[in-house]
């Protein structure tokens, strides 16, 4: 969502209407004299620095989510740190504007309210001098839909980059499903759209498999993972570490077997030499290395003993070899 603000204008007086809906959240029956209300915009339908956007079916489900929510700063999360409270939300649409992608403007605005007393009248003072206006939210929602593709951009079924243009259009994320609203907060960075908006999924994960895990994380593609996930890919790497350990020992098996064959081959050639080209061999190349220096010792082995001679020449037709008869 496109970062949030406090409205100018002179609604700060509270009506009676206004006043009985204040009432619900109080332990006694405050007076208009007690109360400061002003106006906010919490979210709109307008694609954020974070490339991310609100649909407007999503505006209109956190507008009954987001009243009676308090208003803190700087979203951290403490009982002394709450400021105000929304006691009414509303979408509205705001004529004549649109959004970056061409549709109609929608924002959701909340009225809120903050006791009037002397530890506030500081907070009241910078409202009114507009020192501060801008706001932010906390919210969760249950997935957040790729422009392009339609899938959860946090899925591994996404392939595209939110910011990135693909045939000329852009790639964001519309977040969808708001399933709960926390606070909105005053900030202090309001050049930021969006600026400390936080956002949470908690649509259920496809079943990942390692390969196309490891493939997403090769490709630099931001991922979340739940804890189970987590496990499953932590296992995956203890098995892969193990493998990795026997591959080792297979290679030096390799190196040092090849080593003594071409040693016993190659004896013009230093130990050093020769350890220095066994030592840059892959498992394929030691393995192709290895049969044929094998092959060709197993060759020189074979040699003819010396009382066989070849019985189909002319010369030996006749000869029994006796004469080596001991």
């Not at 080593?259 to 013009?268: G, I």
Request: proline share 1%; net charge neutral.
């Amino acid at each position: 969502m496109k970062k949030g603000l406090v409205i100018k204008s002179d609604d700060t007086l509270v009506s009676s209407e206004e006043l009985a809906l204040i009432n619900q959240y109080t332990r006694r029956e405050l007076k208009a004299e007690e109360v400061y209300v002003f106006s906010v915009v919490l979210c709109d339908n307008d694609i954020d620095r974070d490339f991310e956007r609100f649909t407007v079916e999503s505006l209109f489900s956190l507008e009954k989510l987001f009243v009676g929510k308090t208003g803190i700063f700087d979203h951290m999360m403490s009982a002394k740190n709450q400021t105000a409270r929304i006691f009414h939300c509303e979408v509205e649409a705001v004529e004549g504007k649109k959004t970056m992608t061409g549709d109609d403007y929608f924002r959701l605005k909340a009225r809120a309210y903050i006791p009037r007393c002397e530890s506030n009248s500081d907070i009241i003072l910078s409202l009114d001098s507009g020192i501060i206006k801008e706001v932010s939210v906390g919210c969760a929602v249950k997935s957040t839909l790729c422009s392009i593709c339609g899938n959860d951009v946090n899925s591994l079924s996404c392939t595209h980059k939110k910011g990135e243009k693909y045939n000329s259009k852009l790639c964001y994320g519309e977040m969808t499903d708001p399933f709960d609203a926390y606070e909105f907060s005053f900030v202090a960075v309001p050049a930021q759209r969006n600026a400390g908006v936080i956002k949470s999924y908690t649509d259920k994960k496809e079943n990942i498999k390692m390969k196309d895990l490891l493939s997403a994380i090769k490709k630099g593609k931001d991922l979340s993972l739940d804890d189970m996930q987590v496990k499953s890919l932590s296992s995956y790497i203890e098995q892969l570490e193990s493998e990795a350990e026997c591959g080792r020992a297979y290679k030096k098996s390799l190196q040092e077997s090849l080593l003594k064959m071409m040693c016993v081959k190659e004896q013009a050639v230093p130990v050093d030499t020769l350890k220095s080209i066994v030592d840059k061999l892959s498992i394929k190349e030691l393995e192709t290395l290895s049969s044929a220096y094998k092959a060709k010792t197993a060759d020189a082995s074979v040699t003819d003993t010396q009382l066989c001679c070849n019985k189909n020449s002319e010369h030996n037709k006749s000869n029994n070899n006796n004469q080596f008869t001991i």
